[in-house]
């Protein structure tokens, strides 16, 4: 049995054990199971691996897409530029050598969704958190010729400017606004980034990797005022799809 899984801390919310339980068993994969392995902090993870030999492939979630580099053996392309990891391959030489090679599918799955709500109108946009989500993100849209600029709690050199320093008039500028960070995700539904909505308009595109719940205040309060609001569950999917491909070629 091969045995695929998600990595992480806390897995209350996740989405890919029942993706893939779901597909294995829509496709007649009978060779094949996903767990889940919560780990409260990265150093269990040499642990995990010596404790579970069949594991063939793991996705990463938060809060260790970038923590768990350091215990890789290497990295694709996209995945070392944004220094983020969501996927990992296991790969076993003829001497069962064990390698783990980490990738990024969250760019193919965010690209693949934000591209069809973009125009030309649509030059600059608002990440709001800098976590490792926020990486693949930004690679993305400075790929598709937009200006990232960065909001967090804090100031730091990456960033625009901090929640309560946000205006309405800030927002007059940035017709795209990206949540990357936790806030809002189940069990917290209640919670939502501490911007202006006053200042969104009907031209604001706002966009969401969160998919538990579907909709979050966050998109609520962006449809409130005629915002076209996208959530992060269809993103998830392409790149569960992204990453069985990996895990299989």
């Known amino acids: 049995m091969r045995t695929f899984g998600l990595i992480g801390y806390p897995l209350s919310h996740s989405f890919s054990q029942g993706y893939f339980t779901k597909k294995f068993s829509n496709e007649n994969i009978a060779d094949a199971e996903?767990?889940?392995f919560p780990?409260?902090?990265?150093a269990q993870f040499p642990e995990l691996i010596q404790a579970n030999p069949g594991l063939c492939g793991l996705n990463v979630t938060i809060p260790y897409k970038r923590e768990i580099i350091p215990f890789l053996d290497g990295l694709d392309k996209t995945a070392r530029q944004v220094n983020a990891v969501n996927t990992i391959k296991f790969v076993r030489?003829?001497?069962?050598k064990l390698k783990l090679i980490g990738y990024n599918t969250d760019i193919y799955g965010f690209e693949l969704t934000i591209n069809p709500h973009l125009t030309r109108a649509h030059k600059k946009v608002l990440i709001l958190g800098t976590g490792g989500a926020s990486n693949a993100v930004e690679y993305v849209l400075r790929?598709?010729?937009?200006?990232?600029f960065y909001v967090s709690r804090k100031m730091g050199e990456r960033i625009f400017k901090s929640y309560d320093q946000l205006t309405n008039e800030d927002l007059e500028d940035f017709q795209v606004i990206i949540n990357?960070?936790?806030?809002?995700m189940y069990p917290k539904v209640d919670d939502c980034p501490l911007i202006p909505y006053e200042g969104i308009t009907a031209s604001h595109v706002m966009y969401d990797l969160i998919y538990n719940p579907e909709a979050t205040l966050f998109l609520k309060k962006g449809r409130e005022h005629g915002a076209q609001t996208i959530n992060g569950l269809e993103m998830l999917h392409l790149q569960a799809e992204k990453a069985w491909k990996i895990w299989n070629s």
Do not use: A, F
Request: charged share 30%; proline share 5%.
């Open 39 to 42: 780990i409260e902090k990265i």
């Open 143 to 148: 790929k598709l010729g937009l200006q990232c």
């Open 34 to 36: 996903y767990k889940n």
């Open 93 to 96: 030489d003829d001497n069962d």
């Open 180 to 184: 990357t960070s936790p806030v809002g």
